[in-house]
């Protein structure tokens, strides 16, 4: 007989996002966080810059509010962009309050070291040193792990949603809960909940190259499409435009903080080539930055460009800059004398589900957090540090209108996963090659720069390949690796399908075919219905 979970609050995601909304619930309810993995690891654990709010005297929420608009090209929610950041100080404090250390200004201790990033008009980063997604995420596991109310679940990954719909043939749909796999027992269970909040973050995994550890497999945003929710702007895949590039180096993010520090972008001969792309130079937008590098790596036919802030003092960088400093070293790069070589890689997915300004999704009793909705902050392009703080601002948000909500268990009977019918696979070849495939079409098709012709051979290509895996899943019993590549062909479409409706260069979608925004017809949204909907 299957295992059965029931709670008040069910959240499938340990990340920030996660994290926030379980410490604001638990007093008040009985709250479930399943991690696929170890509690802490994800792309939270590994954000390196910051958080941006308005503290500067010389700094204001309305100039927060037009930079972000201004990187979002058109296409950001004035309004929520005005609630988050009027909500930005209030989550800082609250960090700090869960014992956060920020780093302080070295000449006014008492005040907190404030950086800039691209896109930004002022100094408003706060940090804790170069590691700060390690610094909040450690600092609130602890917390969780020692509320009696917060059960927590690693090396469980979501199957699917338990909808009203689905399982028990309802006109309506409503959210019940999740099938989950324990991958250590390798078995399915099932977690029965009036709400559940998916905050599984992103979706980098789905390319070749990317700054996102393994599992940001896009599990969420599948899962919320496949029960029927509204995916939008799946298309606006950041790229980062500095990652480590070295044959021994996994994922490891060189923070744009160096930028606003001061680093300069240089090619192998030591020529700069940003000021002939953006005013801004090194400091412009996200999405600029790394089609300027892909320009020039393509035009001149390297494998990398040069980022160089050996022009500051060595304790300046070493004191700022620890965890980069460290870990180049141990590749024999010593930043303070030498330039990084670095790549652009896949980073931040702005699209996702959509929610509004409580984390609602189109499905009653499920909410989306984090990276993994879409909210209407990043419109076209996320504007750096906007990340950690949406995630901090919407789990409050959501905290708020689950709380205020009428918390009742569920009383039908939830049929229990079905894997009868099904047998061991005999070998993983066929998953591992697909994943490979998948990855590399993608990076190759969709990514910085993209074309008709490269979108259509992709979609042509992710058809047979969902035809494979679809197979493939009906009849074999599920594993960790197959929930995952399922999950990523589904994302790898939804993004593909974006990206084709899409008839212009917005943001971070850029088609050689429609290089320039369409005159014809003002910004929009793409919207791609739920699966359950169609």
Same mark, same amino acid.
């Given at each position: ?7 008040? =609050? ?7 996002? @996660? ?19 170890? =509690? ?30 201004? !990187?979002?090209?058109? &296409? ?18 609250? =960090? ?12 006014? #201790?008492? #005040? ?6 691209? @896109? ?10 170069? $590691? ?13 792990? $020692? ?8 090396? #469980?990954? @979501? ?20 099938? $989950? &796999? ?14 559940? +909040? ?9 390319? =070749? ?48 903080? &160096? ?15 940003? *000021? ?23 035009? &001149? ?9 050996? #022009? ?26 030498? *330039? ?81 019918? +099904? ?23 969709? @990514? ?43 994302? !790898? ?42």
């Amino acid at each position: 007989m299957a295992t059965t979970h029931q709670f008040d =609050l069910l959240i499938i995601g340990s990340g920030t996002a @996660g994290l926030t909304l379980a410490l604001h619930m638990a007093d008040t309810a009985n709250v479930a966080v399943i991690s696929k993995s170890q =509690l802490e690891e994800g792309a939270s654990l590994y954000a390196q810059g910051g958080i941006s709010v308005v503290l500067d005297k010389t700094d204001s929420l309305q100039s927060h509010i037009d930079d972000t608009i201004t !990187a979002g090209d058109g &296409l950001c929610d004035p309004e929520v962009v005005k609630y988050t950041v009027e909500h930005a100080r209030e989550a800082v404090e609250w =960090l700090i309050e869960q014992g956060v250390s920020f780093t302080r200004d070295e000449d006014k #201790h008492s #005040h907190f070291h404030l950086t800039r990033e691209g @896109g930004h008009s002022h100094r408003r980063i706060i940090h804790s040193a170069d $590691a700060t997604g390690r610094a909040v995420e450690t600092t609130l596991l602890d917390k969780a792990k $020692a509320h009696p109310n917060i059960h927590l679940f690693p090396y #469980h990954i @979501g199957i699917d949603l338990i909808t009203s719909r689905k399982q028990l043939g309802a006109q309506e749909n409503t959210c019940l809960g999740c099938y $989950a &796999l324990d991958i250590k027992a390798d078995k399915p269970i099932t977690f029965l909940a009036p709400v559940t +909040v998916l905050a599984t973050g992103g979706a980098g995994k789905v390319y =070749l190259y990317t700054s996102n550890p393994d599992v940001s497999t896009g599990d969420g945003i599948a899962m919320g499409w496949r029960a029927g929710c509204r995916i939008a702007n799946m298309e606006f895949i950041q790229f980062h435009p500095t990652c480590l590039y070295h044959p021994k180096a996994k994922s490891f993010l060189i923070s744009e903080s &160096l930028r606003g520090e001061g680093a300069l972008l240089k090619l192998a001969d030591g020529t700069r080539f940003m *000021p002939a792309f953006h005013e801004l130079a090194e400091l412009a937008p996200r999405d600029i930055v790394a089609r300027a590098i892909d320009h020039e790596m393509k035009r &001149l036919g390297h494998d990398c460009v040069y980022l160089d802030i050996s #022009h500051q003092p060595a304790g300046f960088i070493q004191s700022h800059f620890p965890t980069i400093y460290q870990r180049c070293l141990s590749f024999g790069i010593d930043i303070s004398q030498s *330039p990084i070589p670095v790549v652009p890689a896949a980073h931040y997915t702005c699209g996702g589900i959509v929610t509004d300004v409580h984390g609602r999704t189109d499905i009653p009793g499920l909410y989306a957090i984090g990276e993994t909705a879409h909210t209407g902050l990043h419109g076209a392009n996320r504007m750096a540090s906007n990340s950690l703080l949406e995630c901090l601002v919407f789990a409050r948000a959501a905290a708020k209108d689950i709380q205020q909500s009428q918390i009742t268990r569920p009383i039908s009977a939830i049929p229990e996963w079905d894997d009868s019918r +099904v047998f061991p696979a005999k070998e993983a070849v066929a998953i591992s090659h697909n994943w490979d495939e998948l990855r590399r079409f993608m990076w190759d098709y969709v @990514g910085i720069v993209r074309s008709n012709e490269r979108l259509h051979k992709a979609r042509q290509r992710l058809s047979l390949l969902k035809q494979e895996i679809d197979e493939f899943y009906s009849r074999h019993h599920i594993s960790n690796d197959l929930l995952e590549l399922r999950n990523l062909a589904d994302v !790898a479409e939804l993004i593909i399908r974006s990206a084709q409706t899409r008839h212009e260069s917005r943001g971070l979608h850029f088609n050689l075919d429609y290089p320039t925004l369409n005159p014809h017809q003002p910004p929009e949204n793409t919207l791609i219905a739920g699966q359950q909907a169609d």
